[in-house]
């Protein structure tokens, strides 16, 4: 140590610093929708042993879009409401929406759990998402 505090001291190169910073963006939400969608379209039509490995691999999009936060729900409530949307993407939607539980797609998922004409799995995953918003008692009401 003693060594290399006398060779730095003894030599004519001053030691300088310099800043650098990567900032590295992860995907935007939009992005990872637009992925979960080719994935879907991919495999409409296939076996149906092909809907379970859609399942896992639309699975995977979850952590993915929940660690986005609030910034994915605005893209994610809009998507629910989408018909003409792939209905597994928009299930898993509704799943992440629950997992972010961000009031801001309180009005997206009950138009969706009150849709009559909505698919009943679609429903079932909007009312799911319902009870994990974190709500002020005042914005509660019965469907």
Do not use: I
Request: charged share 20%.
């Amino acid at each position: 140590m003693l060594a290399f505090a006398l060779l730095l001291a003894s030599s004519s190169l001053e030691p300088t610093r310099t800043s650098t910073f990567t900032v590295v963006q992860g995907p935007t939400p939009q992005q990872l929708v637009t992925e979960m969608e080719q994935l879907a379209a991919a495999q409409s039509g296939e076996h149906p042993l092909a809907a379970r490995d859609l399942d896992s691999r639309l699975a995977a999009y979850g952590p993915r879009l929940n660690a986005l936060g609030t910034r994915s729900v605005p893209l994610l409530a809009w998507y629910l409401r989408q018909d003409e949307r792939p209905l597994k993407v928009r299930l898993y939607a509704a799943a992440v929406l629950g997992l972010v539980g961000d009031p801001g797609a309180l009005k997206s998922l009950r138009l969706t759990a009150e849709d009559a004409g909505a698919d009943p799995g679609l429903r079932a995953a909007a009312v799911q998402a319902l009870g994990s918003l974190r709500l002020a008692p005042h914005e509660l009401r019965p469907l």
